[in-house]
C-alpha cells in the first residue's frame, strides 16, 4: 500500500510540473509574436536588425496593453518603438543622441 501511495503522489508532483511547463508557454508565445513583429518591422523600414531591447515596459492603458521600449541594432542605430494595441504596427522613430 505504501508503494501505491509513493508511485501516486510522484505522479501528481509530475503532472502538477507539466501543467506549471505548459501554463507558462502562452505568454512567452505573446511576447515573441510581438517581438517577432518588431524585429520584421524593423528590418523592413528601417534595415535594422534587432540586437536587443532595453527599457521595455508594458502597460494597460484603458483596456489595451501597450508595449514600448527602445531596439538596439547590430550596427549600433537606435529606435523608439510603441504600439497601442496587441496586432496593430509599432510606431518606430529614430533615437538621435540629443534626444536620448
Known amino acids: 500500500m505504501y508503494m501505491f501511495n509513493q508511485n501516486r503522489r510522484s505522479m501528481a508532483v509530475t503532472l502538477g510540473f507539466i501543467l506549471l ?11 515573441d509574436e510581438w ?3 518588431l524585429r ?3 528590418l523592413n523600414e528601417h534595415s535594422c536588425e534587432l540586437s536587443f531591447i ?3 515596459r508594458e502597460l ?5 496593453l501597450v508595449t514600448e ?13 510603441a504600439r497601442q494595441k496587441p ?3 509599432f510606431a518606430i522613430t529614430a ?4 534626444v536620448c
Open 35 to 37: 517581438n517577432g513583429t
Open 21 to 31: 511547463v505548459v501554463a507558462s508557454i502562452g505568454p512567452l508565445r505573446a511576447k
Open 60 to 64: 494597460e492603458i484603458k483596456g489595451h
Open 69 to 81: 521600449g527602445r531596439a538596439h541594432c547590430k550596427d549600433k542605430r537606435l529606435f523608439n518603438f
Open 54 to 56: 532595453t527599457a521595455l
Open 95 to 98: 533615437c538621435k543622441p540629443d
Open 40 to 42: 520584421q518591422q524593423l
Open 87 to 89: 496586432g496593430s504596427k
